[in-house]
């Protein structure tokens, strides 16, 4: 049966139902309770009669929104946060603060929301942009870009209201500091004088140089691995190697860069992880330390570039520390090869090791110092002192030249150590006219005839096991015969257990 000419007659549209802001629902409130009629009150808001009814219905909740400024006025919606009291305390603390005058910016903001989740029990609580963004939306926060001028004194600024921030936030032992040195690792004192004043990274000496990063947390209870850098991915001297106790890495420039910065970041951020640990990691702003994403367990934070020269906490006695013992051991070395007429050689492998070796005997005290110079403020105050590593230098100094070394004019053992301070050590630092070789990381050398610094052939060979075991046991009754401490014994009883469990 044909369908009738009204079954096709348009319906009119349903009413959209309209959502009015908290501040529109107040002057509804204040209307009906003034005694104006309802009808006219819809009329005007331009909303249904049952809306308006369940606006009155609710009308406590929006008088306590309104009131306690727990929300933008412009807001349409009262869904609160699931973390509450959080939200409560963080909104407070920002009020508090910008009433003060003090900048806050999103990652402040996020700093705040951690510790006062950490300080109310939240621990499964996730500070992502979401929730930073939902949490902005719901009090009607917008972070703007601050004036030039805002801050007279950004450093005094980043030590006084950024800085501490962070360390609150952080324990002492999940708080680390990174940096970079360039380091001539054969240089002996009479080769000073051609090696002063050095810093083109693929110069005639670029084959002696290395570039290692160094870091450690705050309270000196962590050193992390050396990041060492040279110009050879595979020299003779690693051929025979299958571990190193450095992380080791290579370019044609022995430098830093930003895709080897990220490799190592990545490497500790998912060492952190099956740590379960939230760790921050102030460096230094360079080309060289790019901005990474997606980590899960460190948060980088660069610090403000005018205070490079200050902040970094490595310089200030960690990495002065491990030169002027790299440099005295090498004395040393090659004084020993002297004493007995032996050809004195330093391969990059002897030079890892040794570097290794120094960086376990940097003391924590040391790295505490550094910190402290460096203007972070342990909450417990601890004595802590500078190592100065000069105790026995003049000592030293006057063996080595009665076994021929050559001290040049009066150099004395902490000159030496800092004659390289100086030198390159990432690719966004490199003069323009060795920028082009920079970019050959993937394709560096597999091998270096140089190297090893020593005759053809000198490549190290594998011990077999026996040899080994041999060897040990002349070292051990060697020891035996000198006074040894109790941590010496257990050292021996661990380099044994290393060597019958392969």
């Not at 209201?161 to 936030?169: C, I, M, Q, T």
């Not at 324990?171 to 002996?188: C, D, I, Q, R, W």
């Not at 991915?233 to 450095?246: A, E, I, N, W």
């Amino acid at each position: 049966m044909a369908e009738s000419a009204e079954d096709h007659t348009a319906k009119p549209d349903k009413k959209t139902k309209k959502t009015l802001s908290i501040e529109q629902k107040i002057h509804i409130i204040n209307a009906v309770e003034s005694g104006k009629k309802k009808s006219d009150i819809a009329a005007k808001y331009d909303i249904q009669m049952n809306t308006l009814s369940n606006i009155m219905k609710n009308k406590d909740k929006v008088l306590e929104a309104h009131e306690s400024f727990k929300f933008d006025p412009k807001r349409k919606r009262l869904r609160t946060a699931f973390y509450k009291d959080l939200e409560e305390a963080l909104i407070k603390w920002y009020r508090l603060s910008r009433g003060l005058k003090r900048h806050v910016s999103g990652p402040l903001l996020r700093l705040k929301a951690n510790e006062f989740a950490q300080k109310l029990g939240h621990e499964d609580f996730t500070c992502s942009n979401g929730w930073i963004d939902r949490f902005k939306a719901r009090y009607g926060l917008v972070f703007r870009l601050q004036s030039p001028v805002a801050s007279t004194d950004p450093a005094a600024d980043w030590y006084l209201n950024v800085l501490p921030n962070y360390l609150n936030d952080f324990p002492a032992s999940n708080v680390f500091n990174t940096k970079e040195t360039g380091l001539f690792y054969h240089m002996l004192p009479s080769n000073t004088v051609a090696f002063k004043g050095e810093t083109c990274p693929i110069g005639r000496l670029s084959r002696e140089r290395i570039t290692v990063m160094v870091g450690a947390n705050l309270d000196g209870s962590e050193k992390l691995p050396l990041l060492v850098i040279g110009k050879h991915k595979t020299p003779h001297c690693f051929r025979s190697v299958t571990s190193l106790p450095v992380v080791y890495e290579a370019n044609h420039a022995a430098l830093m860069t930003a895709d080897l910065f990220e490799k190592w970041m990545r490497s500790l951020d998912e060492r952190f992880q099956k740590q379960k640990r939230k760790v921050v990691f102030f460096v230094d702003p360079s080309p060289a330390h790019p901005e990474l994403k997606n980590l899960k367990a460190i948060e980088l934070i660069f610090f403000p570039s005018s205070l490079v020269a200050s902040f970094t906490a490595m310089k200030h006695g960690v990495i002065r520390s491990l030169k002027i013992k790299y440099r005295r051991r090498l004395i040393k070395r090659f004084v020993d090869c002297m004493v007995v007429s032996k050809e004195f050689t330093l391969s990059l492998l002897d030079a890892v090791e040794l570097l290794h070796m120094c960086w376990r005997n940097v003391s924590s005290q040391t790295i505490v110092s550094s910190y402290k110079e460096a203007g972070f403020k342990l909450q417990n105050e601890v004595n802590v002192y500078r190592e100065t590593c000069v105790d026995n230098g003049t000592d030293l100094r006057e063996h080595a030249m009665a076994a021929g070394v050559q001290f040049p004019g009066d150099l004395s053992l902490e000159e030496f150590a800092a004659l390289d301070d100086d030198l390159l050590t990432c690719h966004g630092d490199t003069p323009r006219a060795t920028e082009s070789t920079l970019g050959e990381t993937d394709t560096v050398a597999a091998d270096d005839d140089d190297e090893g610094h020593g005759p053809p052939g000198s490549e190290m060979c594998i011990p077999s096991k026996a040899d080994a075991v041999a060897a040990f046991d002349i070292v051990r009754r060697f020891l035996r015969s000198q006074r040894i401490t109790e941590s010496d014994n257990n050292s021996l009883a661990d380099i044994e257990n290393c060597i019958q469990s392969v």
